[in-house]
């Protein structure tokens, strides 16, 4: 672990999935943006930084070939299992990076660690992308970039842009209106798996979002080792 005191208290676990991205992202995708902004926490704070976990709850996705999932009720036991496994070696923070909107469950997990009395936090809040958004230039809003859209396609083309393909130029879909996702799935609204406008990306708004997140961690933070 790296440092002494406080760096030796604090664990970030990136969450990704296995999901279609498009025609020209990868499956990997939310791992690899999870796992860019736990970077970019570890270089600016004294944490501990662990490998991704990177198959989580994509069943939105499971029309399109490829698409991995867990259920909600094995990535809850795998998150309390990590938490206890740290709490057992002496790190008893633990942050969840969060790379895919449809880990809900990951905000269950939280607050009942906190109820329990345990220090555990979900990263990046909504507010926090939003504010990384307006920093960053992103033009889409949180509401339309839904997936493979302007941010994803951006932090990839600063930080793996070897693994995007041709297409993310012209694959720009709008579908604002998705209440009955959860019922119907993503197909129901995007036949490419595209939502949002990934003609708009660039790499130095990849770079732009991944530092104002960094930045954005320090009250996490502050408020998890108010008590050092």
């Known amino acids: 672990m790296r440092g002494a005191g406080v760096s030796q208290r604090i664990a970030v676990l990136p969450v990704g999935s296995f999901e279609q991205h498009g025609p020209y992202l990868p499956l990997a995708t939310d791992t690899l943006v999870a796992c860019a902004i736990a970077r970019e926490i570890a270089g600016t704070h004294p944490v501990h930084l662990l490998p991704p976990v990177t198959i989580s709850c994509s069943h939105e996705h499971a029309a399109w070939p490829g698409t991995v999932s867990l259920s909600s009720t094995t990535l809850h036991a795998v998150i309390r299992d990590i938490a206890d496994s740290l709490r057992r070696s002496g790190v008893d923070v633990l942050v969840l990076v969060n790379g895919h909107g449809g880990n809900y469950v990951l905000g269950n997990a939280v607050q009942e660690a906190s109820a329990r009395g345990e220090r555990m936090a979900l990263y990046p809040a909504a507010e926090d992308w939003e504010t990384a958004r307006e920093e960053a230039g992103v033009v889409t809003s949180l509401l339309t970039d839904m997936h493979a859209g302007e941010i994803e396609t951006s932090i990839l083309l600063h930080t793996h842009p070897e693994l995007l393909r041709p297409g993310f130029e012209t694959s720009d879909h709008v579908a604002d209106d998705r209440r009955h996702l959860l019922t119907l799935g993503m197909s129901a609204?995007?036949?490419?798996?595209v939502?949002?406008?990934?003609s708009l990306a660039s790499a130095e708004k990849g770079k732009q979002l991944l530092a104002s997140l960094?930045?954005?961690?320090?009250?996490?933070?502050?408020?998890?080792?108010?008590?050092?």
Request: proline share 4%.
């Open 214 to 228: 960094a930045e954005s961690f320090g009250t996490y933070f502050s408020l998890l080792t108010s008590d050092s």
């Open 195 to 198: 939502i949002g406008r990934p």
């Open 189 to 193: 609204y995007t036949d490419s798996g």
